[in-house]
């Protein structure tokens, strides 16, 4: 796969960055700047991700369910000097729509024994730009929302969409003492210092990027049946955000 295979204890950059690749799959969504494609036909080893982003920089001119091809250079995003678990996409592409409307690929099913608090910032990366199922989740935040100088005189924010869950099951992490394994080391720091995971279990999910409603939701609420892709292009180490699941 154009992603390379994934480790799930380290930052795996795709081989081919830099290089300009084709290739076919089904549009799984659809964003204002881009879209998520995927392949039809799995190459049987669980590391490689079958999905990938496509970077169109505006508005693309297609819709899921569509079967394109693709030609592009590939990119990762952002920097792997600024995320522990960089993306990987295609830029700069030439699409050509190949068939209107095609069933869209059956989603992996993700459990709790798959993103477990132990298990480190790198978990989910194999299944980067695909499509996944969660039976349940339960939402360790509720959805977000910004204030603005338009609606700050009457003091109402404005939902963002996006809060942040865990797989059902797993217990809700805070935050641990220590500095955060995303931050720079600090010069003369004492040796043996805590470290905070920064909480790997946890998922961002985004009810509105792909042109949903938002999902306008309390701590605690359970969601079931939950589909999405899963994005690691919002994976900046400066916002320490998890993976994100796409709805």
Do not use: C, W
């Amino acid at each position: 796969g154009i992603q390379g295979v994934k480790s799930t204890t380290a930052a795996t950059i795709s081989p081919y960055v830099g290089q300009q690749v084709q290739t076919n799959g089904v549009v799984t969504a659809v964003l204002s700047n881009g879209f998520f494609i995927q392949t039809t036909a799995d190459d049987g080893n669980p590391l490689t991700p079958e999905g990938i982003e496509v970077f169109t920089s505006s508005q693309p001119m297609v819709v899921v369910g569509n079967y394109v091809q693709v030609v592009g250079t590939v990119a990762t995003f952002p920097a792997a000097t600024a995320s522990h678990t960089p993306a990987t996409e295609i830029k700069s592409p030439t699409v050509t729509v190949l068939t209107a409307s095609v069933p869209l690929p059956a989603p992996v099913t993700l459990d709790a024994t798959m993103l477990t608090a132990a298990g480190g910032l790198y978990q989910l990366t194999p299944y980067e730009g695909m499509r996944v199922k969660i039976a349940s989740m339960t939402a360790i935040s509720g959805t977000n929302g910004s204030i603005t100088a338009a609606n700050e005189p009457s003091e109402t924010a404005t939902s963002t969409g996006y809060f942040y869950a865990v797989i059902t099951g797993t217990a809700r992490p805070f935050r641990e003492p220590g500095i955060d394994i995303r931050d720079t080391p600090l010069t003369g720091a004492p040796a043996n210092i805590a470290k905070f995971d920064d909480n790997p279990e946890r998922i961002l999910v985004d009810s509105i990027l792909a042109g949903g409603t938002s999902l306008e939701i309390p701590t605690g609420a359970i969601l079931p049946n939950v589909t999405g892709v899963l994005d690691f292009t919002f994976s900046s180490d400066s916002f320490y955000d998890p993976s994100r699941l796409i709805l």
